[in-house]
């Protein structure tokens, strides 16, 4: 099989997982905030036929330092290299990748996305001191929700969930323009929540944006668990620990048992094969 070339990727910040048996399906796999390459779910979905490209999005060689004004044209970028190969490309994405995942989706033609903990919203990074959008599209910032600045943590580790929920009531005018239009998502779109997330409020986010694809006449799937949390533990993946401190919810059994639910709906919108 001929490398896939890395277009404007450093070799350092992505990993490339080839299946044996493809299904003619190309996956985009985007972490969260972490930073870090999803090497252990790119080769899980390469076990079922995937051929999967998971990047490190911020951070890297010749990339933003934070989730801050990164070109959308980064990931549309990778999903045409992917195409080059491929009856279909997906992207695939995780929280902050989530949100990044629906917002390409929504400007460049994808035949499935994947969003698990998602966010209905673009919302506000900081760089350098600066408060921008997470995203550009065509050099721009897209509109973005900013935090409400009188939030105060009252945990610890802190759970960011009522500080999201309350900037968008702080900012009801602006989380209008900062909404995704999940109505312009086309093929398969499948989200992902948990109702423990204390990270933010993903269960709600997946609700609102299945009924603007619903007011379009779309179909969505959402799959849930009540007790699961913002992290998503796919059948044979296992828990991650570490990164940024703070109260994500759930549990490794109850974040498993979403897992579960979700990897038929992840099989059938990526053409995976099934074992």
Known sequence: MTPLHSGSLDLAD???AHPECAS???????AGSSGRIENERADLLAQHGARV?????????GQRPAPHEVPIELFI??????????DRVAIFGTSFGAEAALVTASVHPTDATIAVSPSSVVWSGVADGRWSSHWTHGGNPLPAMPFDSSWRADTDPPAYRSLYESSIEHHPEL???????????V????LVAGGDDQVW??????DRLARRRTAAGLDTVIVTHPAAGHRLLLPGETAVVG???MARGGSPDADAELGALAWPEITRALDLVRA
């Open 24 to 30: 003619g399906t190309a996956v985009l796999l985007l």
């Open 243 to 245: 990164g940024q401190a």
């Open 187 to 190: 093929g398969d779109l499948v």
């Open 175 to 185: 989380s209008v323009a900062a909404t995704i239009r999940a109505e312009d998502i």
């Open 53 to 61: 490209r998971a990047i490190r999005w911020f951070g890297g060689v």
């Open 14 to 16: 992505l990993h490339d």
């Open 77 to 86: 970028e990778q999903l045409e290299l992917l195409r080059r190969d491929s």
């Open 201 to 206: 409020p993903s269960v709600p986010f997946a």
